[in-house]
């Protein structure tokens, strides 16, 4: 009987998935094994929710955002039961691998499996918040950096014709590597962000973006801000208030959200994707092979164009924080005069 691998995905969903089930899905079926797919991230698994896949279920998946196997956040997985009947599911369907393809919760997820269940897991960096050490990118990760510039190119055309000023708030939970990526990408005279930013002392930087903004306004030039969501209290609302109230100028909020999680992978998520689902299925084939037994559940990443294997347990020990120098070139050189320092 052919060996059954698994895959689901999990945690919100990111750009480049479906390339990674559809790698995933060839590379088994190529090696001899059978393929499964669980619907709705770790829920699918709980609730024995799952389709065979094949050559026709992977067909045109690829160029298109989402994941053919949905996702989705699942409590359940909080308790021992939940985690239990998980594993119950993996046992009772003779599962041999399972690959998670989602972001740190569900990492957290794999390793609590991992004590309930002695199969080979493995996770794959996907969530467009880029926030995992053992990679430099998470599947995702690149789409999202350019669907953020590219609509905050063309708030730039509105910001410039009418002189104005705008807050865009872009994603990425609790780290900065979009802020900055897109921020620096689009030239924007503010990124407020974590790796920057000490919201304790707010008045000062509203002080010293107002400066900034006036500045920029006597050269008759727009103001982009971009900030991270869940930095600022009270959200961007609140620093649009705090900004509109000492001056005359209309400043403008656009909350980019959902749409930085959907659209066409860029190339890179796909290829990242697929080099990554390949791995993931020549590991287990050699795992297999060797008839060994199961090592600690591993994440397969890529630095420097190279493959990678970290155990999830480092992987979750550290947060990777944004390149420094990113956040120095754009402290000394990029930002807009009066917000270098705060
Ligand atoms: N401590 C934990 N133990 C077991 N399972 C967990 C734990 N934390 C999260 N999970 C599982 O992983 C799922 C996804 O986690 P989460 O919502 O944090 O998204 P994520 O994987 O970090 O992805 P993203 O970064 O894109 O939001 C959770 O809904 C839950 O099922
Ligand atoms: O779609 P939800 O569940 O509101 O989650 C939003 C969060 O998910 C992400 O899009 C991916 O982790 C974060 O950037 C964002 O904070």
Same mark, same amino acid.
């Given at each position: 009987m052919a060996q059954k691998l698994a895959i689901l995905t999990s945690g919100g969903d990111a750009p480049g998935m479906n390339s990674a089930i559809r790698a995933i899905v060839l590379a088994s079926l190529n090696k001899g094994y059978q393929c499964i797919g669980f619907y709705h991230g770790y829920n699918g698994l709980i609730e024995q929710q799952f389709t065979e896949l094949d050559e026709h279920s992977v067909?045109?998946?690829?160029?298109? /955002? /989402?994941t053919i196997l949905k996702s989705a956040r699942c409590p359940?997985? #909080?308790n021992t039961a939940g985690i239990s009947q998980a594993a119950n599911t993996l046992r009772k369907l003779h599962i041999s691998a399972l690959i998670v393809i989602g972001g740190d919760g569900s990492f957290h997820g794999l390793d609590a499996l991992s004590e309930h269940w002695q199969g080979t897991l493995i996770g794959l960096p /996907?969530?467009?918040?880029?926030? #995992?050490? /053992?990679?430099d990118h998470t599947i995702g990760f690149s789409t999202a950096v350019n669907t953020a510039t590219r609509a905050i190119d063309k708030i730039r055309d509105t910001a410039n014709a009418f002189e104005r000023v705008f807050i865009t708030e872009v994603m990425g939970r609790h780290s900065g590597h979009i802020a900055f990526n897109t921020g620096i990408a689009t030239g924007a005279e503010s990124i407020l962000s974590f790796e920057n930013?000490?919201?304790?002392?707010q008045q000062h930087i509203v002080t010293q973006l107002l400066a900034a903004i006036t500045e920029q306004r006597n050269k008759h030039a727009s103001f982009v801000i971009v900030l991270a969501e869940n930095l600022w209290p009270g959200g961007a609302s609140s620093l649009q208030a705090q900004l509109n109230q000492h001056t005359d100028f209309n400043c403008a909020v656009c909350i980019l959200g959902h749409i930085q999680r959907g659209g066409a992978p860029s190339s890179e998520d796909r290829m990242l994707a697929t080099t990554l689902g390949v791995a993931a299925v020549e590991y287990i084939d050699e795992l297999l092979l060797a008839a060994s037994s199961s090592p600690a559940p591993i994440m397969i990443g890529q630095i420097n164009g190279q493959l990678t294997q970290t155990l999830i347990s480092d992987v979750l020990k550290c947060n990777k924080p944004v390149a420094s120098k990113w956040v120095q070139q754009y402290q000394h050189y990029l930002s807009a005069k009066s917000t270098i320092s705060n």
């Open positions: 067909n045109n998946i690829t160029q298109h /955002g /989402g359940a997985m #909080l /996907g969530t467009i918040d880029n926030d #995992l050490s /053992g990679c930013c000490d919201v304790n002392k």
